[in-house]
């Protein structure tokens, strides 16, 4: 399996801002310099967040995007369903998980639907996955850069000198 550039820049995205930003905006010139992604590229990333709830946006000179939850309320996987949809390692699995889709979503899946045993891994391993990701909340991926001595940067922003 090997994740898009949307989902581990989505993750590396709401990481800075977590850290760097906390709960204040933080601007998408700022995570683009910062993450060495392209402002435009991190625009459409932002759109798919911001529709699946995890960040808000405000304009203006004070503005810019924001965590719409506290950071432990965030996870890996979130952000990866946000811009992935799903989280199944192969196709073939989405014929295992008919709660949701219609059947003619299950059969389209794998022509062996329910009749291969390397379905089941599959399944279980997105399930693993899953459960992984869940377990990472922005949260820990901050507390793990502390602990490799990332260096946080100030947003000049918001500071005043007196």
Known sequence: MKLSTKSRYGVRA??????????????????????????????QIFQDLKKAGLLNSRRGPQGG?????????????DIILAAEGELELVNCV????KTKGTEED?????????RCVTQHIWSNASKILGDYFSSLSLKTLCEQAKEMGLEKELDHRFMYFI
């Open 94 to 97: 989405k014929g295992l998980r």
């Open 14 to 43: 709401m990481f800075d801002m977590a850290y760097h930003a906390g709960t204040l905006p933080a601007q998408i010139k700022d995570i683009s310099r910062r993450q060495q992604i392209s402002p435009r590229y991190l625009e």
């Open 65 to 77: 995007y924001s965590l719409a939850r506290p950071a432990d309320e965030i996870t890996v996987k």
């Open 106 to 114: 299950a059969g389209a899946a794998c022509q062996f639907d329910n």
